[in-house]
């Protein structure tokens, strides 16, 4: 079987027909089309899921804003335990260590005075010499009746000597050698009798010599030279130069290079004063001045009716600065033991009872608390009683807060 006869299409045929386009692809813009519809549905629905939450999240928002506002808003703090070093400070005024008011141990006139007020003498420093021409004279006497007792004695014992050898030869009797003994006896008491009133009468003349007992200043001088003095001081009359000075002595003198500060301690600090314990006293008069001193004494026991313990702090005055009675404020320092609780004095509620504070609860309820007070420190202020470490407290609560209200707690500290 012979093959087909092969076809030859002619030229002018084949140039005279097109050749057929190639199939294209899909355009791009229709590729476009579809991804933007897909998203749009997408974002439709994200809408359709999200939007009704954020909604509502805003009406929550909304209204807890709301009720917010009409919460009273307040400030807390927390109680603590105070840290720093516990003392107390109590007023007291300065005192001389030493005061004497000198007085005439000798009546007399006064013949010279050697210082007034202010004058700074040293122990056994002469102040003023005191003529007594009476005493002088009883002296003189007392030295011839001294002397003539002792004549009589010397001649009381030659007597007894003689009359116990004449008793070994019987010459005389024991009656006699008896009586000479007792002449012997009674010569030896008026001898030492004697003495005695002379030793008397020197000592009064050594008080024409008036001398200051102790170092320290003068601090009233109430005699001028020719004034009469006695023993109850002054009788021609007194020039008081000092206020505060015994009546009728010649001077007052106080020693000053220490000074004591007289405190009384309140009950509750009282059993934590121990003698030793360091001091710290200020005093308002000369401020940026601080005195250290120490606890010299303690009274032992308290007042019955105050019910405090009586303590003495003394401080060094070397240069004399410090006055005595000028006003100063002590500050004891207190012995270890458990910090008290402190707040600050602002979140106290002062009412007609006794003080309260205002606690706040985890729930953000208040309710109002009594508490004890200890001390008071200004700007903080001790509690002994009623409340407890970590408890929360409103500050400066609103007059109007009423038991068992909500709050809303602004901040705290």
């Known amino acids: 079987m012979s093959a087909a006869p092969e076809i030859v299409e002619p030229l002018h045929a084949r140039k005279g027909r097109r050749r057929a386009a190639p199939t294209s692809p899909r355009p791009r813009s229709t590729k476009w089309l579809g991804g933007g519809i897909a998203g749009s549905v997408l974002a439709a629905l994200l809408l359709m899921g999200i939007a009704p939450r954020i909604a509502q999240r805003q009406r929550l928002a909304a209204a807890a804003t709301a009720v917010a506002v009409t919460l009273p808003t307040v400030t807390v703090t ?26 005439a141990r000798t009546p007399g006139y006064v013949r010279r005075r050697y210082v007034d007020i202010g004058s700074r003498v040293r122990a056994g420093q002469l102040l003023a010499d005191i003529d007594a021409p009476d005493l002088d004279q009883q002296v003189a006497q007392a030295r011839g009746v001294v002397a003539q007792t002792g004549a009589a004695l010397e001649l009381a014992r030659a007597n007894l000597a003689r009359w116990r050898a004449l008793a070994l030869d019987s010459a005389v009797t024991a009656q006699e050698v008896d009586q000479m003994q007792a002449a012997f006896n009674e010569a030896v008491a008026n001898a030492q009798s004697a003495e005695a009133n002379l030793r008397r009468l020197v000592e009064l003349q050594a008080y024409e ?17 020719g004034a009469l003095v006695g023993t109850a001081g002054g009788v021609s009359g007194t020039l008081t130069s000092a206020s505060g ?10 020693q000053t290079d220490t000074l004591s500060v007289y405190v009384t301690v309140p009950e509750d600090n009282a059993a934590a004063v121990t003698i030793g314990k360091a001091a710290v006293v200020t005093l308002p008069a000369l401020p940026g001045d601080t005195l250290r001193g120490l606890v010299a004494r303690t009274a032992g026991s308290l007042d019955a009716t105050a019910r405090t313990l009586l303590t003495e702090v003394r401080v060094a005055n070397p240069r004399g600065v410090f006055l005595p009675g000028m006003y100063a404020q002590v500050q004891l ?33 208040v309710r109002y608390q009594t508490v004890t007070i200890g001390r008071d420190l200004g700007s903080w202020v001790e509690v002994t009683g009623g409340l407890a470490q970590g408890t929360h407290i409103v500050i400066n609560p609103p007059t109007d807060l009423q038991d068992g209200a909500r709050v809303r707690v602004a901040s705290g500290r």
């Open 78 to 103: 927390t109680v603590t335990r105070d840290t720093s070093p516990s003392s107390v400070s109590l007023p007291g005024a300065l005192t001389a260590v030493q005061t004497a008011a000198i007085y």
């Open 333 to 365: 320092a207190l012995g270890a033991g458990s910090p008290p609780l402190r707040l600050p004095a602002t979140a106290l509620v002062i009412r007609d009872g006794p003080p309260q504070v205002v606690i706040v609860a985890p729930d953000s309820t």
């Open 245 to 254: 000075s015994a009546p009728g002595s010649l001077f007052t003198l106080l």
């Open 209 to 225: 010599r008036v001398v200051a007992p102790f170092a320290g200043v003068i601090t009233g001088r109430n005699v001028d030279a």
